[in-house]
């Protein structure tokens, strides 16, 4: 088949690509070009930014896709204009949607692709689910069938790996080199990285396999643990000592550093599972990359390009594990003292 692929140069998007070109399909991306990528050379490359309808109508127009898979739609006019270009050339399109789109906490876990979506919880998410809804709206079974894909955290080469405070490469060093790390709460909410290369396959499948069409599908770990866990995991695929963690209330962590505690604000404090019967049934999702795997992996192709920062990079992990630890020292001293 003759695969249209907008954003195919992410660290998913790569994955994706690479197993379509091995699977035998023609493929096309439409890239920015802002970033050298690392696609096969047999992918026809487009530059162009798809916000820009034009764009992606010529590109559409030149390739004459069977099916589109949109890695980079994140609103409902986004939605609503690749709808309109696309409908009558392409017979399916395969949207990559986010489990961001879930509202949380979960009435209860793990959580089906039918968990309520209101209220968002970011305005991201509310982005993601408008865009969900005008492409359902556009489904046609037999003409233009509507696949959306939810996936969790995605990890792979070409990527860091996720902590409380964020993304920075220096997280590894300080895992290596068994200085504190911040952990908000207290370690137990609950986590579940996924390897891009397991990922791609169910795109794989949404593009390949029938009868998916006006479904919605969960692609995510099969391996959750506890943040402590986490931590203690990556530690152990680096060979690093035992993690120094050090435990910080997340309403202290979003008060004294907004802007690095998103991700903590929208997804960290949460524990949820994700249920991935479907996507396994349906387009051949399997989890295969173990975790200890997946980071060593992940950290070689770092090490390989002198991508890990030093630990000390990041000075605010250590004045807030230095600070917490001086708190609540002298709380405890304080009632130690009678006082």
């Known amino acids: ?13 790569t994955g994706i690509v690479r197993l379509l070109v091995a699977a035998g399909h023609d493929v096309t991306s439409l890239q ?30 030149d390739a004459t896709p069977d099916v589109v898979v949109d890695m980079a739609c994140f609103d409902a006019d986004a939605a609503r204009d690749a709808v309109e270009i696309c409908r009558g050339v392409a017979d399916r399109y395969v949207f990559c949607s986010t489990i961001d789109v879930y509202h949380r906490p979960p009435p209860r876990n793990p959580v089906a692709e039918s968990s309520p979506r209101n209220p968002p919880v970011s305005d991201y998410a509310a982005g993601k689910i408008a865009a969900e809804d005008a492409f359902f709206d556009a489904h046609d079974p037999g003409e233009f069938e509507v696949v959306v894909l939810r996936p969790w955290n995605t990890y792979g080469e070409g990527g860091t790996l996720v902590h409380t405070l964020g993304t920075g490469s220096s997280y590894i060093d300080r895992i290596r080199e068994g200085e504190p790390v911040v952990v908000h709460g207290d370690g137990t909410s609950l986590w579940g990285p996924c390897h891009r290369d397991d990922v791609a396959r169910a795109f794989v499948g949404a593009v390949e396999r029938p009868g998916v069409g006006g479904r919605a599908y969960n692609v995510t770990s099969e391996e959750t643990m506890t943040w402590n866990q986490y931590h203690e995991r990556v530690a152990a695929a680096l060979d690093a000592p035992e993690p120094d963690l050090v435990h910080v209330p997340t309403e202290v962590l979003r008060a004294v550093a907004p802007d690095r505690t998103r991700m903590l604000r929208d997804h960290f404090r949460y524990s949820t599972v994700f249920d991935n019967s479907r996507a396994k049934a349906d387009l051949g999702f399997r989890y295969t990359v173990g975790f200890e795997e ?22 605010l992990s250590d004045d807030l594990a230095a600070a917490w630890r001086e708190s609540t020292d002298a709380f405890v001293a304080g009632f130690e003292s009678g006082g």
């Open 1 to 13: 088949m003759d695969v249209f692929v907008i954003g195919g140069t992410g660290l998913l998007g």
């Open 294 to 315: 997946g980071v060593h992996r992940v950290v070689s192709w770092l090490d390989d390009r002198d991508a890990v920062e030093p630990w000390d990079a990041d000075p």
């Open 32 to 61: 920015r070009g802002e970033t050298d990528d690392d696609l096969p050379s047999a992918v026809e490359r487009v530059a162009g930014d798809r916000g820009d309808p034009s764009v992606l109508r010529g590109a559409i127009r």
